[in-house]
């Protein structure tokens, strides 16, 4: 019996042969530039708890877009929406402040949100990090941003600007939240009502608003940057210091608002002119205060996150590296195929990306077929022995053995 034809979720979507090069291209430019940060994976799913601690109840993220579930035991557990507050429980849960710190750490895998799906962003996405733990030197600022700079340089971003700020401590901070409130609170009429209903709760949250009247209300607005505590200046100013001397071009911006509440001093964002309005590419700070907050010891930190299919989107159109195989594997008629399947486990034995015959194609039809694949070789199995054919340079010969295939298939 036929059913009906599935799809994917919406918001959701399947990484094809035609484009899984291009993620693996990314990951291992993210492999290269993240050397000296050690690889980590958490749980996709935590505690519900977790997030709302750690990432903040006013948030977007919290209030409208975690995707959370009770399980048989009666828990709720949430589909991640974010790397850094697992990261910060791992490192209390295994007590990685007892080993020389900063630790640093990097990860690649799965996030989920419900949003409104939009060109580069999905319910379900991929996010690269970078988090390093145990130190406030402004170097570890200065060195992250860097990190993430070289990496959309690789991966070819078109445009990228990085914007930076500083949120200060968080005293310094709670005194300016209830000057912003009294600015809002005076203008609460030409507000949205989204912005008015997050006064008490989240204020900064109004820089960030799209709504007209709220933006004219916003361009007279007091700003943090301007109010921050002398230590907190010279953090901020030897962060710039550094990445002028790494020569990280950067703009200051003071309503740079990064929607969760974990941050502490330094903010930033990549965002790219590919992308138009949702220009966002990845971004970060430093969250000096959240493993504490999760019951782990005072551990100042810093790290970013960028979106896997941003980044691409933002590099536009290009190929991935090669996924064809090196040598295809072609029968003759009447060749044995317990011949070929050997030859092929040898070949690939010995690193050689091979592919064999297996869809019964003539003989013609398998060499047009190795030469469609991106195979250079063939190696032709016949009943009487094998020959190998340069599909590249023409000119067909007899071979002994899969070892003298591989020094053909090897040699420079």
């Given amino acids: ?15 094809l042969p035609e484009t899984g090069g291009r993620r693996l291209d990314l990951l291992e430019v993210c492999r290269d530039r993240l050397r000296g940060y050690s690889f980590v994976e958490t749980p996709i799913f935590e505690e519900t708890e977790l997030f709302a601690r750690g990432v903040g109840e006013s948030t977007d993220i919290v209030r409208k877009e975690m995707f959370t579930f009770e399980d048989q035991a009666g828990r709720s557990l949430t589909l991640r929406p974010e790397g850094t507050a697992g990261i910060c429980r791992a490192y209390a849960e295994h007590g990685m402040h007892k080993r020389p710190q900063p630790v640093r750490l990097w990860y690649w895998g799965p996030f989920f949100r419900h949003e409104a799906p939009q060109a580069g962003r999905f319910r379900q996405f991929t996010q690269v990090g970078a988090e390093a733990l145990g130190s406030d030197d402004p170097t570890v600022d200065a060195e992250l941003v860097a990190l993430l700079a070289a990496i959309l340089g690789d991966a070819g971003v078109e445009g990228a600007r ?17 000057e912003l409130r009294a600015h809002l609170r005076a203008n609460e009429g030409r507000l949205s009502r989204e912005v008015v209903e997050r006064i008490d709760a989240n204020p900064l949250r109004a820089f960030d608003a799209a709504d007209p009247g709220t933006r004219e209300v916003m361009r007279d607005a007091p700003l943090l940057i301007d109010r921050l505590a002398p230590d907190d ?3 901020f100013a030897e962060v710039r210091a550094l990445l002028d001397e790494a020569g990280v071009a950067y703009e200051v911006d003071a309503t740079l608002v990064r929607g969760l509440d974990y941050y502490t001093r330094t903010v930033f964002e990549f965002t790219s002119d590919a992308l138009g309005a949702q220009s966002g ?6 969250y000096d205060l959240l493993v504490e907050e999760l019951g782990g010891p005072a551990t100042p930190a810093i790290g970013w996150a960028a979106g896997i ?5 933002a590099a536009g159109e290009g190929k991935g590296g090669p996924t064809g195989p090196d040598l295809f594997v072609a029968r003759a008629p009447g060749a044995d195929a317990r011949t070929a399947f050997g030859l092929a486990q040898r ?7 091979v592919e064999m015959e297996q869809a019964g194609r003539s003989l013609k039809g398998q060499l047009k077929h190795a030469d469609r694949s991106g195979a250079r070789w063939v190696a032709i199995v016949g009943e009487e022995g094998i020959d190998l054919k340069d599909l590249e340079r023409g000119g067909q010969r007899a071979v002994a053995d899969a070892g003298e295939i591989a020094r053909a298939v090897t040699a420079p």
């Avoid at 036929?2 to 399947?14: E, H, M, V, W, Y």
Wanted: no cysteine; glycine share 16%.
């Fill in 162 to 178: 990085l914007r930076i700020a500083s949120l200060g401590a968080p005293e310094t901070r709670a005194e300016y939240l209830e």
């Fill in 347 to 353: 070949l690939r034995d010995r690193g050689i990306a």
């Fill in 281 to 286: 590419v990845g971004g970060g700070g430093r």
């Fill in 309 to 313: 299919e941003r980044i691409l989107l």
């Fill in 233 to 235: 200046a010279d953090h």
């Fill in 1 to 15: 019996m036929s059913g009906r034809r599935l799809q994917a979720p919406k918001g959701t979507f399947d990484v």
